[in-house]
């Protein structure tokens, strides 16, 4: 019935979550088998077919992505998630929400005995500072199907004039965004930070970020904003016990996601 259903109208919407709650933790971050099986057998009889996903994290959509036309992450947005969803899928509002998360085809860290729950009552951090997109970025990008920060639109936003300067102890950086599209839509501007590389710190980290609303097509918007760097990106010193400034060259980046930087400047500290 689902089949003859989907091959009949002019396009399927499948909807489908992740089952997780307090107490009952997922044990997989593939979806229930029966949920993948249906989003294969119904994008085999609709090649236009949209999944609508529900989950608490990420998902690996390896096992059917390849054979739909779209995927719509809505994780978890409560009573408006109907009208949300039409919304977006009837083209009355441009996405412009970034994942919070990275979809990947395996788990952030491979935990062992040591980790969790530990031995002799000590549990070993072998993952330091590489945890969650820092991890996926540097240590397996290969297996990443979504970065974190990651998000479509129906318009074509690009941002340019990136320029940056450290003055005492204050990074200070501006921006331009432009609509290029026909479509007014919000712009997430993400901006990312690598250490100098004797910090040993992981590339990438998210440094900023802000929610440029209701551009129009066309439109030009100015963005400036500045942040302590030694309050958010301080390095601990086990013997000082304080938070210090790594000294060296920093790199300030524009990225479309976690993984793609469009611009970039330096400064030296």
Same mark, same amino acid.
């Given at each position: 019935?689902?089949?003859? =259903?989907?091959? =009949? $109208?002019?396009? =399927?919407?499948?909807?489908? =979550? ?51 036309? &779209? ?24 996405? $412009? ?17 040591? #980790? ?16 969650? %997109? ?13 970065? @974190?920060?990651? !998000?479509?639109?129906?318009? #074509? ?8 300067? %450290?003055?005492? /102890?204050?990074?200070? @950086? ?22 100098? %590389? ?19 097509? /066309? ?13 958010? @990106? ?7 016990? &304080?938070?210090?400034?790594?000294? !060296?060259? %920093?790199?300030?980046?524009? /990225? ?14």
């Amino acid at each position: 019935a689902q089949t003859a =259903a989907a091959r =009949a $109208a002019e396009l =399927a919407v499948v909807c489908v =979550a992740s089952m997780s709650s307090e107490g009952h933790d997922r044990t997989s971050l593939r979806l229930a088998a029966d949920d993948e099986q249906m989003i294969v057998r119904v994008s085999l009889a609709q090649p236009r077919t949209v999944v609508a996903l529900h989950s608490t994290g990420g998902v690996d959509t390896t096992p059917w992505l390849a054979s739909v036309a &779209s995927l719509v992450a809505g994780f978890c947005p409560g009573s408006a998630d109907g009208s949300a969803l039409i919304d977006i899928l009837f083209g009355d509002v441009a996405p $412009a929400g970034r994942l919070p998360v990275t979809f990947a085809s395996v788990l952030p860290f491979q935990y062992g005995q040591q #980790q969790y729950p530990g031995v002799n009552n000590q549990a070993e951090y072998k993952e330091r500072l590489y945890t969650g %997109y820092r991890y996926y970025n540097n240590a397996v990008p290969t297996l990443v199907q979504f970065p @974190f920060g990651f !998000g479509l639109s129906y318009t #074509q936003i690009s941002t340019f004039n990136f320029d940056c300067f %450290y003055n005492f /102890g204050e990074v200070l @950086f501006s921006l331009d965004v432009i609509n290029f599209g026909s479509v007014v839509s919000d712009f997430v501007v993400q901006v990312y930070l690598d250490y100098p %590389y004797d910090a040993d710190e992981p590339d990438g980290q998210l440094a900023y970020f802000e929610r440029v609303r209701a551009l129009a097509a /066309g439109e030009k918007r100015h963005v400036s904003a500045q942040f302590d760097l030694l309050r958010e @990106f301080g390095v601990w010193n086990t013997l000082t016990q &304080s938070f210090e400034l790594a000294g !060296g060259d %920093y790199t300030l980046m524009v /990225g479309r996601d976690s993984m793609k930087m469009d611009l970039s400047c330096r400064f030296t500290v």
